[in-house]
């Protein structure tokens, strides 16, 4: 496409998005407006104009800012997050484990016996939601694969180049990571967010062992429907077959150095683990993980050359975002629009179950909106679950799907860190275009499976 017809068609969206906002909200305080249409820019500017992720986004942010919409401090505040220095320590610590060659020892060891690509992708789902119980956060999880991805990538090169395989293989790990996440009840702040508005709402609370039982079958499901997608949609029907080659893990006893690394990398997970317990937020574990791993005399790297190997670009990218994301919700942006939705939606008389695909409509498509998944659980719980309660809903069911449905937030590169983490650099990997269309076609299956939980599987299993 031209490019004068990508700016014409950007022009005409951001004009009808800007119509809707004036017109359609016409209560919403001036500084919730202008973060809407700035967000909204910068999605057409993403998507249909495919300009680079982070000047776009430090673009949005300086927007924002002289908009109103968000502080001087806020704007600050996002590029000291918490999560930008757990990203800098998991980037310092991947760099260790790939360059011990630790890395290639797990990785090898998760697949083998993997003879088909099929075979590998789906190993590797399997292998990833289990990882969901070891280490609860999304951000942990992809730090921690993204090396096992990284060198994935590298044994799969020796034989020659396989583009397909390889954004199969990208598009799995982020995806997976974040559908999973809904059975730990550690697994996202939503889950947590939901549990306080369940209790105030007078319906049963379930523990971890209660979360898992409701979850479990819901986060593998979808899993393995993601992965049977990607597999459709990346590889040809004679690729799925073809024989794969890949290295035998080493069996050798390890180095003194790759020891340490390992007691450092087991270390931090543990700590990551735990944090409930002792306290320690999870970016001081990572910088304390990193420094560590780059004691040279202990692990053989340095934290000079680790540096060099932290994808600052994305760093960079993710701290425009968080601020982003934080403007909508404390402008009330997010809120409103969320209020508006459901207010035209004719509760009374509509049947329970189109009230539950509209509800579960809602929480699959509000990450458009709300890049951060506990603000969306903040946003979406009272906008939705209080009217449609109000209505005759089960207010515990609703606030429960909800939660578990807002883990689908694939579709664009700000939508989620673990997707930002796995585009590589320069979108290598995978660009907006292949994300909307994995999300295109993930999001009816999702869909589908969120009512029929909701409508026969979480009630039969105790949710009234």
């Known amino acids: 496409m031209p490019s004068f017809v990508r700016w014409l068609a950007a022009s005409a969206l951001w004009a009808a998005a800007a119509a809707g906002v004036f017109w359609g909200l016409p209560s919403v305080p001036p500084a919730a407006r202008w973060a809407l249409l700035v967000f909204a820019a910068a999605i057409l500017a993403w998507t249909v104009l495919d300009l680079d992720e982070t000047p776009v986004a430090l673009a949005g942010a300086l927007a924002l800012l002289a908009a109103g919409a968000t502080s001087v401090q806020s704007f600050y505040a996002g590029l000291g997050d918490d999560f930008i220095w757990l990203l800098i320590g998991a ?8 360059a011990s060659g630790v890395a290639q020892r797990w990785a090898l060891a998760v ?7 099929a075979a590998l992708l789906r190993r590797l789902t399997w292998f990833i939601t289990a990882t969901a119980l070891v280490l609860p956060s999304t951000s942990g999880r992809a730090a921690l694969l993204l090396p096992v991805f990284v060198v994935l990538v590298q044994a799969l090169s020796t034989s020659g180049p396989q583009p397909r395989l390889v954004q199969a293989l990208a598009l799995l790990f982020p995806s997976v990571i974040l559908l999973s996440a809904c059975i730990s009840l ?30 479990g ?3 593998l499901l979808s899993s393995l429907l993601a992965c049977e997608l990607i597999i459709a949609l990346k590889l040809r029907r004679e690729e799925r077959s073809q024989p794969i080659s890949l290295p035998s893990p080493e069996t050798g006893p390890l180095s003194s150095a790759q020891r340490a690394i390992v007691a450092v990398t087991g270390a931090t997970l543990l700590a990551w683990a735990t944090a409930g317990w002792h306290g320690v937020p999870a970016p001081m574990v990572a910088l304390c993980g990193a420094l560590l791993a780059t004691v040279k005399p202990l692990t053989g790297c340095d934290l000079k050359a680790a540096l060099k190997k932290v994808e600052w670009n994305l760093v960079l990218f993710m701290a425009a975002t968080l601020i982003m994301g934080e403007a909508l919700v404390e402008s009330g942006a997010a809120q409103a629009l ?10 009374a008389g509509l049947h329970p179950v189109a009230g539950v695909g509209i509800a579960a409509a809602l929480a699959l ?7 951060s998944r506990t603000a969306r659980a903040t946003v979406l719980i009272p906008a939705v679950a209080l009217p449609f309660a109000a209505a005759g809903y089960s207010p515990g069911l ?19 860190k673990p997707v930002a983490m796995f585009a590589g650099e320069d979108r290598q990997h995978y660009g907006p275009r292949e994300l909307a269309r994995l999300s295109l076609a993930l999001m009816p299956g999702l869909w589908l499976l969120l009512v029929l939980f909701a409508v026969v599987v979480w009630p039969r299993q105790g949710l009234a």
């Open 111 to 117: 697949v083998a016996g993997a003879a088909t690509p």
């Open 365 to 371: 498509l509000a990450h458009l909106v709300v890049t």
């Open 186 to 215: 550690l697994g996202a702040g939503a889950h947590l967010v939901a549990l306080d508005f369940m209790q105030r709402l007078g319906a049963p609370v379930p523990g971890f062992l209660g979360w898992l039982w409701l979850a």
């Open 398 to 416: 609703l606030v429960f799907m909800l939660a578990v449905g807002s883990g689908f937030c694939q579709t664009l590169m700000v939508s989620a």
């Open 338 to 347: 969320a209020q508006a939705l459901v207010a035209a939606v004719p509760l």
């Open 217 to 219: 079958p819901f986060g």
């Open 91 to 98: 980037f310092i610590l991947a760099a260790v484990l790939q």
